[in-house]
């Protein structure tokens, strides 16, 4: 049974929902970014904006991290709302429970920038990281939502281009299916109290309208892509998001491809779970299963 405060998350984005502004953007984002109020603010940690490799970021810096390990943090929003601020709070809880800094980015949006344009854009900041000095078997590409998939889609990116990939993968509430089209999508529709298929469909026309890529494409849409040469992947989602047979298929064509992967899932957890950091108790306890299976895959002890 949920507690209390994950049902009043529910709540939190059921309200949210209704104010959603259909067709305007701009307001669209502005109501998004009201989802940074369901994180606490965790202490002990510093921020600071910088340029990475052209790309806005912020970094999160928790007291005695690991200055040689590194979360690089795709945000949410369907490649068109939401920011690397809205984040900032949740990815910080997350990394003071790794022991490691956190770069969370803010990627281009569309649909003023098109795909590939957000993934190039992650692109760019893994490789200021190694220009940084960071080691790539050192850093865990991590990400919710759509930054679920492009944490994923990172590495199979970088495996392509036969260039070195990320220590392990971190994909939380991914959206991997641009078509939308999983049975869970009806089966969970009266769940979810934030997407909804028309939502999701919207964002990827504002994404891939005018582009040549399509909604099946294997470089956006993970449902077609191949799993295999991925470095250790955890999935981990909300059992009651629509998106819930995105992060179950995925898992289980890894596995099938021979990848190390590990899928969790939170019991009443909404999409996005990680943004009631600090705040809902089921949550904190799956950032500290996440944080130790990061620790593990990158060979850190255990945080006591």
């Known amino acids: 049974m949920p507690g209390a405060e994950l049902l009043q998350m529910a709540d939190f984005y059921a309200d949210l929902a209704d104010r959603w502004p259909a067709g305007d953007i701009r307001m669209q984002r502005d109501v998004a970014e009201r989802l940074h109020m369901l994180a606490t603010e965790p202490e002990g940690v510093t921020y600071a904006e910088v340029d990475a490799g052209g790309v806005p970021a912020i970094w999160a810096i928790p007291v005695d991290s690991s200055p040689d390990h590194v979360l690089l943090h795709s945000h949410s929003g369907g490649s068109v709302v939401s920011?690397?601020?809205?984040d900032r709070k949740a990815v910080a809880h997350l990394a003071k429970a790794a022991g490691m800094r956190a770069l969370?980015?803010?990627?281009?949006?569309?649909?003023?920038?098109k795909f590939p344009a957000q993934l190039d854009d992650v692109e760019a900041a893994f490789n200021w990281l190694l220009s940084q000095g960071f080691d790539a078997s050192r850093i865990v590409s991590i990400g919710h939502s759509i930054g679920g998939n492009y944490a994923v889609n990172l590495a199979l990116t970088l495996a392509r281009k036969g260039m070195a990939t990320p220590g392990a993968v971190l994909s939380m509430s991914p959206w991997f299916d641009m078509e939308v089209k999983h049975k869970t999508v009806q089966t969970h529709a009266h769940l979810d109290k934030q997407l909804t298929r028309e939502m999701l469909l919207g964002f990827s026309d504002l994404m891939l309208d005018g582009t040549g890529v399509s909604r099946s494409d294997p470089r956006i849409n993970l449902a077609h892509a191949d799993p295999a040469g991925l470095p250790p992947t955890m999935i981990y989602y909300g059992d009651q998001e629509i998106l819930a047979g995105d992060a179950i298929d995925f898992a289980e064509r890894a596995q099938k491809a021979g990848v190390d992967v590990t899928l969790r899932a939170l019991a009443?957890?909404?999409h996005n779970f990680i943004l009631g950091a600090g705040r809902v108790p089921e949550i904190d306890a799956s950032i500290v299963e996440m944080a130790g299976w990061m620790r593990a895959r990158l060979g850190l002890p255990a945080v006591a």
């Open 83 to 86: 920011s690397m601020y809205m």
């Open 268 to 270: 009443g957890g909404q």
């Open 104 to 113: 969370i980015i803010n990627f281009r949006l569309a649909p003023e920038n």
